[in-house]
C-alpha cells in the first residue's frame, strides 16, 4: 500500500510568493510538507475513540499464535468455508504459489539414469497420494493451502 502524503494546504501567503517566485514557492512548500511528515504518527497509535477497546499485547508474535493458535486456524478455516471473499483469496494464493507445479527432470551425467528416473517419476507422481484422492500436484496445492 502506497503511503499517502500529508494534507499540506496552500495558503494565501503560498499563492502570493508562487505568483512571485515560483521555485521560492516550491522549496517553502516542500519544507512545510517535510515538517507535516515529521509530525505523522502510526494510526495505530492515536487515541481515540477508534481505538478505545484495543487490546495489543507487547509479547512476540509466536507467542502469541503458541497461546491462541488452535482458535485462530479454527476460525480461519470457518471463514474460508462460509466467507466466499476469504476463499477465493486462498484459492488465487494457492494457484500463484504452485502455479504448473513441481516439474522435475532428471540431470545426471548418464542418459539411461536421466529416463529411467524421469519414467519412475511420471509412474509415481499419479499415485502419490496413499488414499488415491489424488496425485503428486494435487498434495502439493494442498499442502500450500494448509500453509495458507
Known amino acids: 500500500m502506497k503511503p499517502t502524503p500529508p494534507d499540506v494546504p496552500w495558503g494565501v501567503i503560498d499563492r502570493i510568493v ?25 494510526d495505530a497509535a492515536a487515541r481515540g475513540r477508534g481505538t478505545d477497546g484495543w487490546r495489543a499485547g507487547s ?3 509466536d507467542a502469541e499464535i503458541a497461546v491462541a493458535g488452535g482458535a ?10 462460509n466467507d466466499p471473499l476469504a476463499a477465493k483469496a486462498v484459492q488465487v494464493l494457492v494457484s500463484n504459489i504452485v502455479g504448473t507445479g ?5 540431470a545426471a551425467a548418464d542418459p539411461a ?11 509415481w507422481a499419479p499415485r502419490a497420494d496413499a488414499d488415491g484422492h ?3 500436484h494435487g498434495l502439493t496445492a494442498l499442502a500450500v493451502r494448509e500453509m495458507i
Request: glycine residues 2%.
Open 113 to 123: 539414469l536421466n529416463k529411467l528416473a524421469d519414467d519412475l517419476w511420471k509412474r
Open 102 to 106: 513441481i516439474r522435475p527432470r532428471a
Open 18 to 42: 508562487a505568483t512571485v517566485a515560483p521555485r521560492t514557492a516550491a522549496r517553502r512548500y516542500a519544507a512545510r510538507v517535510a515538517i507535516a511528515n515529521l509530525r505523522r504518527g502510526y
Open 59 to 61: 509479547t512476540a508474535a
Open 72 to 81: 485462530l486456524r479454527d476460525r480461519m478455516r470457518d471463514l474460508v468455508r
Open 134 to 136: 489424488t496425485d503428486f
